[in-house]
């Protein structure tokens, strides 16, 4: 049964051989580079569909799991040996194929979307690198080696945005991320995204290090199986608190959101696998991969203190896809609507696994929550590599500048259409299956202003897409003066995001026996939780009334301002209330809070002490030793005549002093 294991460690073994072969392929040729990148890319997908075979097999005594002793410290009170080992389950070999498939369809699209870029041997080394790190935090079993992919995709999160790190104002439309005093270089907006998701890094280790304290262990496997026990309720809650800073960082969830909008600086290759499809969704994976321990923890404590965890994050699940889907409303940037529904989305999965911990039926919001990131992460990259090949085409980021494609790019139209149709929630695809679970356990579970909220959602989700939609493909072509190069993109591009679109209409069409399969997959957790799952056709329906009645109520003003214009889009705005329009469009102030309150204050302060400190206490004393250091220099050159004579007799006086030294050493220890 266990003889597939070895594909858990060459998984993630093979995409981090191919990043560090990278710049050795490239000194043989730039094609060996670019083909041997996805060549290893590949080999992690072989490695991860052998493991997906795990979940067609019949009775599988789920986790399987492998180890060995990487490290043994003698007589520590904790972590006297730590593991490095692999941990198949259903939600690891989901993930994980998740992961692979995506990123080879991403890095075959590369070959076309950043042909003739500067910087390709550094962009195929850190593709591969995070993958590798991806996979490696994926499939770990415990939560010290799944740090070190945590850290690596952050790093290559960091050097992925800012890949244009020169900050050309030729790149302002291309590259450039938001408008006015808003608008930053790729550089900065790496360096953000590092520091804000590093904060939510900190809040973890504090977290895990609670944990760490008591119960000993940082194993899933030895969590699950009651370790965690050890740990008091008291300190249990705010260690889960400071535990979920993790996921809220690295998935941008409020109050540490605002990094992921500008994250849309890097590549679109970058935004559609590190920031739509895979790394964003480590805080999701993360906390799904806890719920069964920290669910465990509350059914043997009986104590009401630790729903307050699980209200926690479903508050702040439910309110990030809230506030991140009214931005997206607004804004004029085609990648950054995307990046807000990727915010807003993951908020949706959040409430998610949330709301299961409050629910005897808790599998309902749990499957939910991961038949929605798999949803996601087929149409949110098809989404991102459409976008891409408009950007390319157009040369700008801006949807103003676009309008009327529909005829010149119709493939990439079609697919962009039929994704986006999924990421409203439209009947029969992905999105329609996997949103309504998420309302179903809302409802089931009676938090009803979280499933007023969620529905709220729905209406806003429709409305931002159906605007790109109609601001990209509709309307007048603001690209006449320029009709020559718009054209549809390669087959090299297009044939990428063609394959995840009809990936997310087969799940759809497929969806309701999806679902039930997914249940089936997870059912083990509702053996070991003692969860129920009964099936309420009535509900179903009426949820899945109300979710298609949302989506029209979303469609309605965007087809009449932006997709048949009926109306002028200026119109929408002043309808809206311009004051309204432009609270959303300054991102609630969010952005512009933290700014003010920690980024201007620590430029401001650093430079008063770079020139009242540095530059005048720490340099003057530099210069001042320096000139003390030459004037001593200078007078002892001055025995330095260069006579052989002279050099000799300085030379045998200075061992005839270190004899005397050494002999009154020698006297004073007898």
Same mark, same amino acid.
């Given at each position: 049964?266990?003889?597939?294991?070895?594909?858990?460690?060459?998984?993630?073994?093979?995409?981090?051989?191919? =990043?560090?072969?990278?710049?050795?392929? @490239?000194?043989?040729?730039?094609?060996?580079?670019?083909?041997?990148?996805?060549?290893?890319?590949?080999?992690?997908?072989?490695?991860?569909?052998?493991?997906?075979?795990?979940?067609?097999?019949? *009775?599988?005594?789920?986790?399987?799991?492998?180890?060995?002793?990487?490290?043994?410290?003698?007589?520590?009170?904790?972590?006297?040996?730590?593991?490095?080992?692999?941990?198949?389950?259903?939600?690891?070999?989901?993930?994980?194929?998740?992961?692979?498939?995506?990123?080879?369809?991403?890095?075959?699209? %590369?070959?076309?979307?950043?042909?003739?870029?500067?910087?390709?041997?550094?962009?195929?080394?850190?593709?591969?690198?995070?993958?590798?790190?991806?996979?490696?935090?994926?499939?770990?079993?415990? $939560?010290?080696?799944?740090?070190?992919?945590?850290?690596?995709?952050?790093?290559?999160?960091?050097?992925?945005?800012?890949?244009?790190?020169?900050?050309?104002?030729?790149?302002?439309?291309? !590259?450039?991320?938001?408008?006015?005093?808003?608008?930053?270089?790729?550089?900065?907006?790496?360096?953000?995204?590092?520091?804000?998701?590093?904060? #939510?890094?900190?809040?973890?280790?504090?977290?895990?290090?609670?944990?760490?304290?008591?119960?000993?262990?940082?194993?899933?496997?030895?969590?699950?199986?009651?370790?965690?026990?050890?740990?008091?309720?008291?300190?249990?809650?705010?260690?889960?608190?400071?535990?979920?800073?993790?996921?809220?960082?690295?998935?941008?969830? $409020?109050?540490?959101?605002?990094?992921?909008?500008? @994250?849309?600086?890097?590549?679109?290759?970058?935004?559609?696998?590190?920031?739509?499809?895979?790394?964003?969704?480590?805080?999701?994976?993360?906390?799904?991969?806890?719920?069964?321990?920290?669910?465990?923890?509350?059914?043997?404590?009986? /104590?009401?203190?630790?729903?307050?965890?699980?209200?926690?994050?479903?508050?702040?699940?439910?309110?990030?896809?809230?506030?991140?889907?009214?931005?997206?409303?607004?804004?004029?940037?085609?990648?950054?609507?995307?990046?807000?529904?990727?915010?807003?989305?993951?908020?949706?999965?959040?409430?998610?696994?949330?709301?299961?911990?409050?629910?005897?039926?808790?599998?309902?919001?749990?499957?939910?929550?991961?038949?929605?990131?798999?949803?996601?992460?087929?149409?949110?990259? =098809?989404?991102?590599?459409?976008?891409?090949?408009?950007? *390319?085409?157009?040369?700008?980021?801006? &949807? !103003?500048?676009?309008?009327?494609?529909?005829?010149?790019?119709?493939?990439?139209?079609?697919?962009?259409?039929? =994704?986006?149709?999924?990421?409203?929630?439209?009947?029969?695809?992905?999105?329609?299956?996997?949103?309504?679970?998420?309302?179903?356990?809302?409802?089931?579970?009676?938090?009803?202003?979280?499933?007023?909220?969620?529905? /709220?959602?729905?209406?806003?989700? %429709?409305?931002?897409?159906?605007?790109?939609?109609?601001?990209?493909?509709?309307?007048?072509? =603001?690209?006449?003066? *320029?009709?020559?190069?718009? *054209?549809?993109?390669?087959?090299?591009?297009?044939?990428?995001? @063609?394959?995840?679109?009809?990936?997310?209409?087969?799940?759809?069409?497929?969806?309701?026996?999806?679902?039930?399969? $997914?249940?089936?997959?997870?059912?083990?957790? &509702?053996?070991?939780?003692?969860?129920? !799952?009964?099936?309420?056709?009535?509900?179903?329906?009426?949820?899945?009334?109300?979710?298609?009645?949302?989506?029209?109520?979303?469609?309605?003003?965007?087809?009449?301002?932006?997709?048949?214009?009926?109306?002028?889009?200026?119109?929408?705005?002043?309808?809206?209330?311009?004051?309204?329009?432009?609270?959303? @469009?300054?991102?609630?102030?969010?952005?512009?809070?933290?700014?003010?309150?920690?980024?201007?204050?620590?430029?401001?302060?650093?430079?008063?002490?770079?020139?009242?400190?540095?530059?005048?206490?720490?340099? #003057?004393?530099?210069?001042?030793?320096?000139?003390?250091?030459?004037?001593?220099?200078?007078?002892?050159?001055?025995?330095?005549?260069?006579?052989?004579?002279?050099?000799?007799?300085?030379?045998?006086?200075?061992?005839?002093?270190?004899?005397?030294?050494?002999?009154?050493?020698?006297?004073?220890?007898?």
């Amino acid at each position: 049964m266990e003889e597939l294991l070895i594909f858990g460690w060459l998984a993630w073994i093979f995409p981090l051989l191919g =990043a560090l072969l990278t710049p050795l392929l @490239a000194k043989v040729g730039d094609r060996v580079r670019d083909y041997g990148a996805i060549f290893f890319s590949f080999l992690s997908v072989v490695s991860t569909v052998a493991l997906a075979s795990y979940l067609f097999k019949g *009775h599988v005594d789920w986790p399987l799991h492998d180890s060995f002793v990487w490290l043994s410290v003698e007589g520590s009170p904790i972590l006297n040996k730590i593991n490095a080992g692999i941990l198949v389950d259903p939600l690891s070999i989901i993930m994980s194929n998740v992961v692979s498939i995506i990123a080879f369809l991403i890095m075959v699209y %590369s070959l076309g979307y950043m042909k003739g870029e500067e910087g390709l041997t550094r962009y195929w080394f850190f593709m591969n690198l995070f993958i590798g790190n991806m996979l490696l935090l994926v499939l770990s079993d415990n $939560l010290i080696q799944m740090l070190f992919g945590w850290e690596g995709v952050g790093l290559c999160s960091y050097a992925l945005i800012g890949f244009y790190y020169k900050d050309s104002r030729e790149g302002w439309k291309r !590259y450039w991320v938001g408008e006015g005093d808003e608008a930053y270089p790729p550089s900065h907006a790496g360096l953000k995204a590092f520091i804000m998701t590093r904060f #939510g890094d900190l809040l973890l280790f504090v977290g895990a290090f609670i944990i760490l304290t008591f119960a000993g262990t940082l194993n899933f496997v030895e969590l699950q199986n009651g370790a965690i026990s050890r740990v008091p309720v008291w300190a249990l809650l705010p260690a889960i608190i400071f535990f979920f800073g993790g996921p809220i960082g690295k998935s941008a969830q $409020l109050p540490l959101m605002e990094w992921l909008p500008d @994250a849309m600086a890097g590549p679109t290759t970058v935004s559609a696998l590190i920031h739509a499809a895979t790394m964003v969704k480590a805080g999701v994976y993360l906390v799904a991969r806890m719920f069964p321990i920290l669910y465990a923890t509350k059914l043997a404590s009986d /104590s009401s203190t630790l729903l307050l965890m699980f209200y926690f994050i479903a508050w702040v699940g439910g309110l990030t896809s809230f506030v991140a889907g009214t931005q997206a409303m607004v804004s004029r940037e085609l990648k950054k609507v995307l990046a807000y529904s990727t915010v807003s989305q993951i908020g949706y999965m959040m409430m998610a696994l949330g709301i299961a911990g409050l629910s005897v039926e808790f599998i309902t919001g749990y499957v939910g929550s991961i038949f929605h990131l798999m949803s996601h992460a087929l149409f949110k990259a =098809a989404l991102f590599l459409a976008a891409g090949s408009v950007i *390319h085409a157009t040369g700008s980021r801006f &949807m !103003y500048d676009m309008g009327g494609l529909k005829k010149y790019m119709p493939i990439t139209f079609w697919c962009m259409a039929l =994704a986006s149709c999924s990421l409203a929630g439209v009947p029969i695809l992905s999105g329609f299956w996997s949103k309504d679970m998420i309302l179903e356990a809302s409802l089931s579970s009676g938090e009803y202003m979280l499933f007023l909220l969620a529905l /709220s959602t729905v209406i806003v989700t %429709s409305f931002y897409t159906f605007r790109m939609i109609g601001l990209v493909f509709y309307g007048e072509s =603001a690209g006449e003066s *320029h009709e020559h190069h718009l *054209h549809e993109a390669p087959a090299i591009m297009w044939a990428p995001y @063609a394959i995840l679109v009809a990936g997310t209409v087969v799940l759809g069409v497929g969806g309701y026996f999806v679902r039930d399969w $997914l249940i089936g997959s997870f059912e083990y957790l &509702m053996i070991s939780l003692h969860g129920e !799952y009964i099936s309420n056709i009535a509900e179903e329906s009426f949820i899945a009334f109300l979710s298609t009645m949302c989506v029209a109520i979303g469609f309605v003003p965007a087809y009449i301002f932006y997709i048949k214009r009926l109306k002028s889009p200026d119109l929408s705005s002043k309808l809206f209330s311009s004051k309204l329009w432009t609270f959303l @469009a300054k991102r609630w102030y969010i952005n512009k809070i933290y700014y003010n309150l920690f980024v201007y204050p620590t430029i401001a302060i650093s430079g008063w002490l770079y020139e009242n400190f540095e530059s005048k206490v720490v340099d #003057g004393l530099n210069y001042y030793i320096a000139s003390l250091a030459k004037q001593f220099s200078s007078k002892i050159r001055r025995i330095q005549t260069g006579d052989f004579n002279d050099n000799l007799t300085l030379f045998l006086l200075g061992i005839f002093v270190a004899v005397i030294i050494l002999r009154f050493i020698i006297l004073g220890v007898s």
